[in-house]
């Protein structure tokens, strides 16, 4: 992405309604500059709830992002049409300044779900789906929308971020799905990272001349979350430590800035006492 006087660029977010997706929004919407600034949208079922936005019961001033579009994420119809219906929208509006946006410069797959510490023999089948929808399916649909928004701009290009887990290294016991998933998002990560060097190839057609996406994964490590038990939380608070949400947030927002040509295909931000590697 080109850094031109005035530009600004545009981010969908999924996942913004949990802690690392709506810490990512303030920590791109903090790398805004004058010379080049990002509109972001976030999509999902909800918007962020009140226990994410809210600061000692206070709301914020201005939300980290621009726009909410509700949609039912794991149908691809819904997806689709919400999606172009916006963007529709946005080119046929008689504001220049809202037709500039209809555009794609970056998307960040950031929904996921954990179904926290349950044996296998406790797993349905049907249950494991749904990891797997969330978590895989989900950023499959967006990706592949991504790609042909992203090829029909101008210039034609963009990055796509897989928001994936430290499990992919180092699972926990009684995390089957969620592990699985998240290993499975490295293999779509590596795929599109492919298809990504050649948009033209990708989405047959030879208007779209040298365009790229740069496609990675970042592996977050510990990261506080409602999901954990509060003696889980405790526990790994005294033996391995936490990273804390903005931090992956502000890794997440620097990625971002890079230019097309520049990627970060696969990274971990963990707690330096985190037990990934080593024997103690």
């Known amino acids: 992405m080109s850094s031109e006087a005035g530009e600004t660029k545009v981010c969908l977010l999924t996942g913004a309604s949990g802690t690392i997706g709506y810490a990512i929004a303030k920590a791109l919407k903090?790398?805004?500059?004058?010379?080049?600034?990002?509109?972001?949208?976030?999509?999902?079922r909800r918007p962020p709830p009140q226990s994410i936005t809210n600061v000692d019961g206070k709301a914020p001033e201005v939300l980290p992002y621009d726009t909410f579009l509700k949609a039912?994420?794991?149908s691809e119809s819904s997806v689709a049409s919400t999606l172009t219906d916006h963007f529709e929208s946005l080119r046929n509006s008689h504001d220049a300044n809202l037709r500039s946006l209809n555009r794609l410069d970056l998307?960040?797959?950031?929904?996921?779900?954990?179904?926290?510490?349950?044996p296998i023999v406790d797993i349905p089948a049907d249950t494991f789906r749904e990891v797997m929808e969330v978590n895989l399916i989900v950023p499959f649909i967006f990706s592949k929308w991504a790609m042909t928004k992203m090829a029909a701009c101008n210039p034609p290009g963009g990055r796509i971020i897989n928001i994936g887990s430290?499990?992919?290294?180092?699972?926990r016991l009684h995390?089957?799905?969620?592990?699985?998933?998240?290993?499975?998002?490295g293999g779509l990560t590596r795929a599109l990272s492919i298809e990504g060097r050649s948009l033209a190839k990708t989405t047959?057609?030879?208007?779209?001349?040298e365009g790229v996406v740069a496609v990675c994964q970042i592996n977050p490590g510990n990261v506080r979350s409602s999901i954990m038990s509060p003696e889980e939380a405790a526990r790994r608070e005294r033996e391995e430590g936490f990273v804390e949400a903005d931090d992956i947030g502000k890794y997440v927002a620097m990625v971002a800035n890079f230019p097309n040509g520049t990627n970060v295909l696969e990274s971990t931000v963990m707690p330096?006492?985190?037990p990934l590697v080593g024997r103690g």
């Not at 998307?107 to 349950?118: E, F, K, P």
């Open 30 to 44: 903090a790398s805004s500059a004058p010379a080049a600034s990002w509109h972001i949208i976030i999509i999902g």
């Open 72 to 74: 039912e994420m794991t």
């Open 107 to 118: 998307l960040i797959n950031c929904a996921g779900c954990s179904l926290g510490n349950v």
């Open 166 to 171: 430290i499990a992919v290294e180092s699972p």
């Open 175 to 185: 995390a089957v799905p969620y592990t699985t998933s998240k290993i499975a998002l």
């Open 204 to 209: 047959k057609s030879s208007d779209v001349g």
């Open 272 to 274: 330096t006492r985190q």
